[in-house]
């Protein structure tokens, strides 16, 4: 019996990607990345969390304990250094006594905030952070809100300091491109705006390139984010706060607390936007009960209103920037679970379910009742 293998030298190149997304092993992270820095011989790398990114935990002979972020190959190195550099900068303003602390990346003995691995699917680029200190808050009581409250009005203050002329723009702004702006150390930065574009537009293409243009869906959905953009820039057009945001600021991502500071990582999805978009995805966080989401979410609001202003016009745009961040969410999905987590578990009942929860709020039945008119 012939067991031998055939001749691979016959199986064509096509040219493209041979993977969506791979884990890259450990063995050969640290062997490309380890000798980079100047930080000791690496005595450990794990494989530590599989999420929008791939996240390994570091450790060095001298006691050095650092977490490294590998990219996914489709996010582009002008982020990364939008990102990073925002991090540094961030350092820079948050003092030993503010209730606000962030992780900036380890500069490679080069000098270099990042480098790069070559995967199966193509670039990632890669960044080390110093590991977060702290146990984990859940946030489950009013005490933790109003100290986490604090701590995100001190982190919005910090990155006021960093670009103080940040103007607002349209919300419903046609061109949703990246915007250069200077900030305060004379220096300028690219990112495009969280607005329309961000926030509903790209991810309705998504959505719609996911389930079909012509899903008997697809109008509701169109008509929905229609009504959510034009509720945003009429909320918008009143005078928000405006400023250089988190992104992501759900909890997960901030929970980390030393007394009353907080960690806050994870700066990916930062970009000049609303500061009503911004904490609203911490009232909308899943670690929490319905009948708890208001007193808590008054919590966080005193705490930050001890540090700087939120208008009744901020609070009052929260419900909508609640709404829109749930869609966006769904278009995230539609961009990444299929390769993340496969298709199996964003079928027709993913759909219905989203369907269903935009359809009982108030932006879906005025949809609803425009086509019943």
């Known amino acids: 019996m012939n067991d031998s293998h055939p001749d691979l030298k016959n199986i064509p190149d096509s040219g493209e990607p041979i993977a969506a997304r791979s884990v890259l092993r450990p063995s050969y992270v640290k062997r490309r990345l380890s000798g980079l820095y100047e930080a000791g011989d690496w005595t450990e790398c794990r494989y530590w969390l599989r999420g929008l990114n791939d996240t390994y935990r570091v450790r060095t002979e001298d006691g050095g304990r650092y977490m490294l972020r590998v990219y996914r190959a489709d996010v582009r190195e002008s982020d990364v250094v939008f990102e990073l550099e925002l991090l540094e900068r961030l350092q820079g303003k948050l003092t030993d006594?503010?209730?606000?602390?962030?992780?900036?990346?380890?500069?490679?003995?080069?000098?270099?905030?990042?480098?790069?691995?070559?995967a199966p699917e193509g670039v990632?680029?890669?960044?080390?952070?110093r590991e977060a200190e702290g146990a984990e808050d859940l946030m489950q009581d009013e005490e933790s809100c109003i100290a986490f409250g604090r701590s995100a009005a001190e982190l919005h203050a910090a990155m006021d300091e960093i670009a103080p002329e940040l103007a607002a723009g349209d919300?419903?702004?046609?061109?949703?491109?990246?915007?250069?702006?200077?900030?305060?150390?004379?220096?300028?930065?690219?990112?495009?705006?969280?607005?329309?574009?961000?926030?509903?537009?790209?991810?309705?293409?998504?959505?719609?390139?996911?389930?079909g243009e012509d899903h008997s869906e697809a109008n509701f959905l169109r008509s929905y984010a229609q009504e959510l953009e034009k509720a945003a820039a009429e909320a918008a057009a009143g005078g928000l706060d405006f400023g250089i945001c988190h992104g992501d600021m759900h909890?997960?991502?901030?929970?980390?607390?030393?007394?009353?500071?907080?960690?806050?990582?994870?700066?990916?999805?930062?970009?000049?936007?609303?500061?009503?978009?911004?904490?609203?995805?911490?009232?909308?966080?899943?670690?929490?009960?319905?009948?708890?989401i208001e007193p808590l979410w008054q919590a966080?609001?005193?705490?930050?209103?001890?540090?700087?202003?939120?208008?009744?016009?901020?609070?009052?745009?929260?419900?909508?920037?609640?709404?829109?961040?749930?869609?966006?969410?769904?278009?995230?999905?539609?961009?990444?679970?299929?390769?993340?987590?496969?298709?199996?578990?964003?079928?027709?009942?993913?759909?219905?379910?989203?369907?269903q929860e935009f359809r009982e709020n108030s932006f879906g039945k005025a949809v609803m009742d425009l086509k019943t008119s």
């Open 171 to 211: 919300f419903a702004a046609s061109s949703g491109s990246v915007r250069e702006y200077a900030l305060a150390d004379g220096s300028y930065a690219r990112r495009a705006a969280a607005d329309a574009e961000t926030l509903l537009r790209a991810p309705l293409r998504m959505i719609l390139a996911y389930i």
């Open 251 to 292: 909890g997960n991502n901030n929970a980390l607390r030393q007394g009353d500071r907080f960690a806050h990582f994870d700066f990916e999805f930062a970009a000049p936007g609303w500061r009503a978009w911004d904490v609203a995805q911490f009232k909308n966080r899943k670690r929490q009960s319905s009948e708890q």
């Open 124 to 129: 990632r680029f890669a960044a080390l952070f």
């Open 97 to 118: 006594a503010s209730s606000a602390a962030v992780s900036p990346a380890v500069r490679l003995a080069d000098g270099s905030l990042y480098t790069a691995l070559q």
């Open 300 to 355: 966080f609001l005193q705490g930050y209103r001890y540090v700087r202003p939120f208008s009744a016009a901020d609070e009052a745009a929260v419900s909508i920037f609640t709404v829109i961040r749930r869609f966006w969410t769904m278009g995230l999905d539609a961009e990444i679970s299929p390769v993340l987590d496969g298709e199996l578990d964003y079928g027709e009942d993913w759909l219905h379910d989203f369907i």
